[in-house]
C-alpha cells in the first residue's frame, strides 16, 4: 500500500528566507508521480508541483523546487524567498503510475513571518 | 487552463436533509472523478472514485448508502450525503484529471463545499 509522510505539523519561516517541507513516501510501484499542493484558509487546492518517478531531474516551478531522492522515497518541497502570501497549508501526494488515485499527506501548516 | 467548478460552495442545513454536490469539469471529459472529505486540520481522504456510465469504487469504511455518487454524464458527478447529521459535517472537495493524461498531470480540483448540518 501506498502511504505518505509528513512529520511538520506547523513550519514557521521569515520573509525572504527559504524554507524546506519535507515528505517521505512508500510504495512498491515503479512508476509513481509525486505532487504539492497549497492550501490557503479559503480551502481550495492549487498544484505547485510535480515529479515523476522516472525524471532524474529534480522538478523546478518559479519559487519552487523538489529535492526528490529516490532511494530514501523523499520529496521535499523549498520554497525560496519566502513570501507573506505563501503562508498555508502544504500537502504532499502521490500517484500510481496510472494516475488512478492520488494520496495525500498529513500536511504542514507554513507560517510566514513578516 | 482545466477547470473544475463545485456547487454549492457552502451549505447549512437541518439535521435529515439530503444535500446534493455538484462536481462540474468546465473545459474537460472527465471519465473519472474523485470526492474527498476534509475535516479541520487534517488532510484529504479519499472517499470514492466516481466513474462515468458505472458504479462509483468506495474507499473502505465509506458507507455507500449515505453517499450517493452519480457519475451521470463525461463533465458531471454528484455527491449526495442521505438524510445528514451533524457528524456528517465536513469540507467536501472533488478533482478530476484530464483523459489521456496519467499520473503525470495534477487533479484539478474544485473550490470545495463546507457542510455544516445543524
Known amino acids: 500500500a501506498q502511504k505518505i509522510t509528513q512529520t511538520q505539523p506547523g513550519m514557521f519561516v521569515q520573509e525572504k528566507e527559504a524554507v524546506t517541507l519535507d515528505c517521505t513516501y512508500d510504495t512498491s510501484d515503479q512508476s509513481y508521480g509525486l505532487f504539492w499542493y497549497k492550501q490557503p484558509s479559503s480551502g481550495e487546492m492549487i498544484f505547485l508541483i510535480y515529479q515523476g518517478s522516472y525524471d532524474e531531474q529534480n522538478a523546478t516551478e518559479g519559487r519552487y523546487s523538489l529535492n526528490f531522492q529516490k532511494a530514501r522515497k523523499s520529496a521535499n518541497l523549498v520554497i525560496s524567498a519566502s513570501q507573506l502570501g505563501d503562508s498555508a497549508m502544504y500537502f504532499c501526494a502521490m500517484s500510481d503510475g496510472g494516475g488512478f488515485k492520488t494520496i495525500f499527506g498529513a500536511g504542514t501548516r507554513l507560517f510566514v513571518k513578516a | 487552463g482545466a477547470v473544475v467548478s463545485q456547487h454549492p460552495s457552502w451549505v447549512i442545513c437541518k439535521s435529515g436533509t439530503s444535500v446534493k454536490i455538484e462536481c462540474r469539469s468546465l473545459?474537460?471529459?472527465?471519465?473519472?472523478m474523485f470526492w474527498y472529505r476534509q475535516f479541520p486540520k487534517q488532510s484529504l481522504m479519499l472517499m470514492a472514485t466516481s466513474n462515468e456510465g458505472s458504479k462509483a469504487t468506495y474507499e473502505q469504511g465509506v458507507e455507500k448508502d449515505k453517499f450517493l455518487i452519480n457519475h451521470a454524464s463525461l463533465t458531471l458527478s454528484t455527491l449526495t450525503v442521505t438524510s445528514a447529521h451533524p457528524e456528517d459535517s465536513s469540507f467536501y472537495i472533488c478533482?478530476?484529471?484530464?483523459?489521456?493524461?496519467?499520473?503525470?498531470?495534477?487533479?484539478?480540483f474544485g473550490d470545495g463545499t463546507r457542510l455544516s448540518i445543524l
Open positions: 473545459d474537460f471529459q472527465a471519465t473519472t
Open positions: 478533482s478530476a484529471r484530464a483523459p489521456g493524461t496519467g499520473g503525470r498531470q495534477p487533479q484539478h
